[in-house]
């Protein structure tokens, strides 16, 4: 059964500081790993999407790693602004399952 | 063009009361996904929903709980003789294919008293 873990749990920087969000998954056979980001009482934004034959995605200020054969991924925020808080998703999908299995999350905040 | 939708967006019941809960995916997506999030716990997979291929239940709590997809695109979840641990925000997903980007909605907060 696949797991999903992230860390840190939360996080807390000042504005402009760069980061790393890690995620770690336990199974290695995926279709594709997200990450998305959640607002307090809100639904998801997806941020990045990886297949499984891809190392990284960028999206303006946000980078995504994956290193499959390791189990883990990474999301690099540059420049991290006060509209960066937010709680940080990861989920992978496995190729025996269609279905997403997320992480717990990274609750960040980039203090003004 | 529209996302994910979903109602009601807030829902109080009574314990023992059904319950619909109402998405709406993207338009021309075929694949969809409902999932479960309690206070303090991960998002809980529920079902999946690929075109007009029998659904992935397994992630059902229990009998009490069942979907159904219309015409391949207005899905709906059911739950019967609801139960206060039913309590959660219940989210709908919806993919232009299976290994698709998914995107979701708002959710429908449940409250069960």
């Known amino acids: 059964k696949q797991e999903v873990t992230q860390i840190p749990a939360a996080l807390s920087v000042p504005e402009g500081e760069n980061l790393v969000l890690n995620c770690s998954f336990t199974?290695?056979?995926?279709?594709?790993l997200q990450w998305f980001r959640q607002d307090p009482g809100k639904g998801l934004t997806s941020l990045l999407l990886?297949?499984?034959?891809?190392r990284e995605q960028t999206s303006g200020r946000l980078n995504a790693s994956l290193d499959k054969s390791s189990g883990r991924s990474t999301l690099y925020i540059a420049a991290s602004q006060p509209g960066d808080s937010a709680t940080y998703l990861c989920?992978?999908?496995?190729?025996?399952?269609?279905?997403?299995?997320f992480g717990s999350g990274t609750r960040l905040q980039v203090q003004p | 063009g529209a996302g994910v939708s979903q109602s009601p967006s807030n829902k109080v019941t009574e314990k023992g009361k059904d319950v619909e809960l109402r998405c709406d995916p993207i338009?021309?997506?075929?694949?969809l996904y409902w999932y479960r999030q309690s206070l303090g716990q991960g998002l809980e997979f529920l079902i999946y929903?690929?075109?007009?291929?029998?659904?992935?239940k397994s992630g059902l709590p229990s009998d009490r709980f069942s979907a159904e997809r219309t015409g391949g695109s207005v899905s709906t979840l059911t739950i019967q003789r609801t139960q206060q641990e039913d309590s959660a925000v219940y989210l709908c997903?919806?993919?232009?294919?299976?290994?698709?980007?998914?995107?979701f909605g708002e959710g429908s907060r449940l409250t069960v008293l």
């Open positions: 997903a919806s993919s232009l294919k299976s290994t698709g980007e998914l995107f």
């Open positions: 199974d290695s056979a995926i279709y594709n």
């Open positions: 990886i297949q499984s034959s891809q």
């Open positions: 989920a992978v999908m496995d190729t025996g399952r269609r279905a997403l299995t």
């Open positions: 338009s021309g997506h075929t694949a």
């Open positions: 929903f690929q075109g007009n291929s029998a659904p992935d």
